[in-house]
């Protein structure tokens, strides 16, 4: 694995320019409630479910959204390609929770200013107001895309809990190399803006058996990514 992270202190890499890896960033408590809170988004009003693609394949990764509703290629309040439910509401406590994240990974001063991650929005108070909830079984992957049907430049922030896995951060430019290989592991923060905003991604393989049950993930991968969408109305 090619690992060309830059030691920022605080236990932080720099993966590329304002793409931040924070090992272990959840404890074991925020993983447990994280987990239970994802169970119940996935019963419903819009249930788990692999992405239909519009070449005609699904998506191997299992996915549910908060606040807008994410469907190739763009975001909805309802969820169009599955049961026409509205999406179920983004909590306040999860915007708290990427305010904390963005300051964790740019420098505890940021308090969430995205200002902190170049992106170039001044001073202004990260508010996300989407989420993707992914879960990945042994065999789900995902291949290497753009996070761009926001019309935000503020950071995504990724949590993950659960197996750990390949995790693939490239360039802004094409799908392959230059790229750097990440292990994302239980409880492991990464936060991507400013000029990584939108950098190609993906997740290469999940390594069964490598997550720790005491977040109360049996098997499997969980992740979230919080984005802000940038899309009219409250979130
Ligand atoms: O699972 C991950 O770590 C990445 C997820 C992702 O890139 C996405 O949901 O757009
Ligand atoms: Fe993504």
Not at 14 to 39: D, K, N
Not at 43 to 68: E, F, I, Y
Not at 84 to 104: I, K, M, N, S
Request: glycine content about 16%.
């Amino acid at each position: 694995m090619t690992q060309a992270l830059f030691p920022l202190g605080g236990g932080r890499a720099e993966v590329a320019p304002g793409a931040v890896h924070v090992p272990g960033w959840l404890s074991v408590e925020r993983r447990r409630e994280l987990v239970e809170a994802c169970r119940a988004w996935a019963r419903g009003p819009v249930p788990l479910r692999h992405t239909a693609l519009p070449g005609g394949g699904v998506m191997s990764v299992q996915t549910v959204c908060l606040g807008w509703h994410w469907l190739p290629y763009r975001y909805s309040r309802t969820a169009d390609d599955v049961n026409g439910a509205p999406v179920a509401p983004f909590p306040g406590w999860l915007g708290d929770l990427g305010r904390e994240a963005v300051a964790a990974a740019y420098g505890e001063g940021a308090e969430g200013e995205v200002e902190a991650g170049g992106a170039g929005t001044d001073g202004v108070r990260y508010a996300p107001d989407a989420a993707l909830v992914n879960f990945y079984d042994g065999d789900a992957r995902m291949g290497m895309h753009q996070d761009r049907e926001e019309r935000s430049s503020a950071p995504v922030v990724s949590l993950s809990i659960g197996d750990s896995c390949l995790f693939r951060f490239g360039n802004t430019e094409s799908r392959g190399r230059p790229y750097t290989d990440v292990l994302l592991e239980s409880g492991d923060l990464f936060v991507f803006g400013g000029p990584s905003r939108f950098a190609y991604h993906g997740v290469p393989k999940v390594y069964p058996g490598t997550g720790d049950p005491e977040s109360g993930m049996r098997a499997g991968r969980l992740n979230l990514t919080l984005r802000e969408t940038g899309l009219p109305g409250a979130g």
